[in-house]
């Protein structure tokens, strides 16, 4: 996690990120992602193209950085009364949103860059809010999996099926949920 | 499964798919992937460029269908005697060789092409080997789990942990194959 986890926030250096991120944000909404370039970026976030190149190196890696931050979560997991509805109904979301065009492109843009510290970033968010989760239901005195045991039952074979097979439907996520709490009552 | 499952054997097509597959494997080993163009595997293959273009339209996916080729199992999964052993066995080798630096590149090379035929196919042949390991069991009378289990429990954790985490050692593979052994008899 500890990565490129952003520049001081409000310096120059995180204006020039922000935008350069919106740039790229915006044309990806506007033109095919092929046809974007580093110039354009440039253009349309008001920067030289040699600002991006010196910070990102290559095209795929500016767009790695705007994948991992568009994946990073803007909200606490929903408090729905109980750690197995919370974590079903983060579950549900979060196998929705990957599965859509633009989860599916986000994934890709986070694993075409070099190195892991994009995917570790993705992997670290995933474990935050599973930690909330987790945190929440304790402090009920519930039995809740170790996030471990989350990432290893819930969301990899989430995230597995939509890279190399169907999306897993509701019906399956729930399955995946279920199993993974039954496990931790019987520890 | 059915999508470019690949030309007859020994038909021109057929010749010409292992020349430019060897050709480009041959690149990929000696020199840096960047570096490797059509132009360049058409001279190696002592095809025209345009037989390249023609067939496989962009590099991504002519490197994308040259690594599903490469993921193909080339023999049946060892027989160890039980269920058990035997996936254990193979989960290790499949873990092991995935997260080797070939093994990411392969799983980056299908990952990149456009739509799930290669992704897919990969899948398939995973499944196909626990399916061989699967009748085996059954046959000798043992408790093994469904496929689409195996998939979840044990092959899921391992590639999401490569692409987004740190690969699991062989201890964990260990865990996750007793954990869905113990699935199964559970039932």
Same mark, same amino acid.
């Given at each position: 996690? @500890?990565?490129? *986890?952003? &520049?001081?926030? %409000?310096?120059?250096?995180?204006?020039?990120?922000?935008?350069?991120?919106?740039?790229?944000?915006?044309?990806?909404?506007?033109?095919?992602?092929?046809?974007?370039?580093?110039?354009?970026?440039? #253009?349309?976030?008001?920067?030289?193209?040699?600002?991006?190149?010196?910070?990102?190196? *290559?095209?795929?890696?500016?767009?790695?950085?705007? #994948?991992?931050?568009?994946?990073?979560?803007?909200?606490? &997991?929903?408090?729905?009364?109980?750690?197995? %509805?919370?974590?079903?109904?983060?579950a549900?979301?979060?196998?929705?949103?990957?599965?859509?065009?633009?989860?599916?492109?986000?994934?890709?843009?986070?694993?075409? #860059?070099?190195?892991?510290?994009? &995917?570790?970033?993705?992997c670290g968010?995933v474990a935050?809010q599973i930690g909330?989760?987790?945190?929440?239901?304790?402090?009920?005195?519930?039995?809740?999996p170790e996030t471990d045991a989350v990432l290893d039952r819930v969301v990899a074979p989430i995230v597995?099926?939509?890279?190399? /097979?169907? #999306?897993? @439907? &509701?019906?399956?996520?729930? /399955?995946?949920?279920?199993?993974a709490?039954?496990?931790?009552?019987?520890?």
């Amino acid at each position: 996690m @500890g990565d490129r *986890e952003g &520049p001081r926030p %409000g310096g120059r250096s995180a204006r020039v990120q922000a935008s350069v991120h919106g740039a790229a944000r915006a044309l990806l909404a506007r033109m095919d992602r092929a046809q974007v370039t580093i110039p354009l970026i440039a #253009a349309e976030a008001g920067v030289t193209p040699s600002t991006i190149y010196r910070r990102w190196g *290559e095209l795929h890696e500016l767009l790695a950085d705007v #994948a991992v931050e568009r994946l990073r979560p803007d909200m606490a &997991p929903a408090d729905t009364g109980s750690g197995r %509805g919370d974590l079903l109904a983060w579950a549900e979301q979060y196998a929705e949103e990957m599965s859509s065009d633009l989860g599916r492109r986000m994934i890709r843009d986070v694993l075409a #860059a070099e190195g892991g510290a994009g &995917p570790r970033r993705c992997c670290g968010y995933v474990a935050e809010q599973i930690g909330v989760i987790a945190r929440r239901a304790l402090a009920r005195g519930e039995a809740f999996p170790e996030t471990d045991a989350v990432l290893d039952r819930v969301v990899a074979p989430i995230v597995y099926r939509i890279l190399f /097979d169907e #999306a897993l @439907g &509701p019906d399956r996520v729930g /399955d995946l949920v279920a199993t993974a709490m039954a496990e931790a009552r019987r520890r």
